[in-house]
Structure formats: C-alpha cells, structure tokens
C-alpha cells in the first residue's frame, strides 16, 4: 500500500519523499517538501488545523519538521511557505 495510506499525508515521512522527489526529478541541489492542514476544515484532535511538516532536501543533507501555525489557511499557508525559507537557510 501507499506511504500515505500507511502514514496520512500530513506527516514527516511524507514531507520528507515530497522534497526527495522534487529534488531528484527537478535536478536541483535543493527541494523544499511541505504538508498540512491549512483549513478551514480537515483537523482533527492528533493533527488540528495549523499542523504542517516541512522537509528540506539535498544531496548530503535533510531535516523534516513539525510545526503549528495559527491563522486562517491564507496565513497558515503564508506562514509555513516563510519558515521551508528559512529552515533552508539555514541548511546552506
């Protein structure tokens, strides 16, 4: 079965192949993975809305984080874009 059907897509794991894959098809140094529940619906009590993990890939290096971001989805969206930024920052 799928790696989502066995993790749920709003996971480190999933976040984690999402930048792997990006990175490897776009031939690119870097990818940046990200996944969440942004609302306004879809949270639940394990994953409420505002949980997003980001992950950032490159040849050497990754890191996956889990986070929550309060807001409405525009700036939980907002939000988790601004922190894969600097999360990759500090990577290079």
């Given at each position: 079965s799928s790696l989502i059907a066995k993790k749920g897509a709003v996971s480190s794991i999933v976040a984690s192949r999402l930048a792997?894959?990006?990175?490897?098809?776009?031939?690119?140094?870097?990818?940046?993975?990200?996944?969440?529940?942004?609302?306004?619906t879809g949270g639940s009590p394990e994953k409420p809305i505002g949980t997003v993990f980001i992950a950032i890939a490159s040849r050497d290096k990754r890191m996956a984080k889990k986070f929550h971001?309060?807001?409405?989805r525009p700036t939980v969206r907002k939000k988790a874009a601004l922190k894969s930024l600097e999360l990759l920052k500090k990577i290079l």
């Open positions: 792997q894959n990006v990175r490897e098809l776009a031939k690119t140094d870097f990818a940046i993975g990200i996944t969440g529940i942004a609302g306004p971001f309060s807001g409405n």
